[in-house]
């Protein structure tokens, strides 16, 4: 089967830095993606990666290692309102579903 | 950019009627759809991916028949829970292909449904 593990909770504060990390271990690989989901509301996009690398994206980067199966988002200067889940995600083949992490809820605080 | 409508965003039904989910793509063609369910506190899982015209294509262990899956044009799909049941309770969440990048999956608000 495939087998996407993320950390299920992370705190940090206001300003701060965050790395959430993912590790993967799925039959096939055509990309990772990093979605982030509000309560009760549909997951919107926040990066891709399909070759080994940073990528980044204003105040979010994400990383991804496919020899190791490991991705990270970073996410900086941290705000009240990154306080979501991130999902982290991967496609197997080309035009395929994504396969989703559990999640990870990160909870900012001031 | 592109977006996927979906509705309704949430409904409450008894226990043996059947419900219909509706998710278009309003400004793209849509090939592909995908449809997910998410359980509280949980991650999105994988019920069925639905080609235009033809029939969708279940993950293990979702009935074909319970969850009835259309897809009669690239710009609408329908998932029908057919005599729901409270363990049908779930977020339903549609996603669309774009097929002009690699990375365009555009996914619906969802739908809450809940049984009673």
């Known amino acids: 089967g495939q087998n996407i593990d993320q950390p299920t909770e992370m705190t940090a504060t206001e300003g701060a830095i965050v790395q959430i990390n993912c590790t993967y271990q799925?039959?096939?690989?055509?990309?990772l993606f990093w979605y982030q989901q509000h309560a009760g509301e549909a997951p919107t996009f926040l990066s891709y990666?399909?070759?080994?690398g940073l990528e980044e994206k204003g105040r979010f980067s994400s990383f991804l290692s496919r020899s190791k199966g490991y991705s990270y988002l970073l996410l900086k200067e941290l705000q009240m309102k990154d306080s979501a889940s991130y999902l982290c995600?991967?496609?197997?083949?080309?035009?395929?579903?994504?396969?989703f992490g559990k999640g990870t809820t990160l909870s900012v605080s001031s | 950019g592109a977006v996927v409508s979906q509705h309704p965003s949430w409904v409450i039904c008894k226990s043996g009627t059947s419900v219909k989910i509706e998710c278009r793509s309003l400004?793209?063609?849509?090939?592909?759809m995908f449809w997910y369910r998410q359980f509280p506190k949980q991650s999105l899982m994988l019920m069925a991916t639905?080609?235009?015209?033809?029939?969708?294509?279940?993950e293990q262990g979702v009935e074909k028949d319970k969850f009835l899956i259309n897809h009669a044009s690239l710009t609408l799909s329908t998932l029908t829970v057919t005599s729901a049941h409270p363990e049908d309770s779930s977020f339903y969440i549609c996603?669309?292909?774009?097929?002009?990048?690699?990375?365009?999956?555009?996914f619906g608000s969802g739908t809450r449904l809940t049984v009673v």
């Open positions: 799925t039959s096939g690989f055509n990309g």
């Open positions: 996603s669309a292909r774009m097929a002009t990048t690699n990375y365009g999956y555009t």
């Open positions: 995600a991967v496609r197997i083949q080309a035009g395929t579903a994504l396969i």
């Open positions: 990666n399909v070759l080994d």
């Open positions: 400004d793209f063609q849509a090939t592909t």
């Open positions: 639905s080609n235009e015209g033809s029939k969708a294509t279940y």
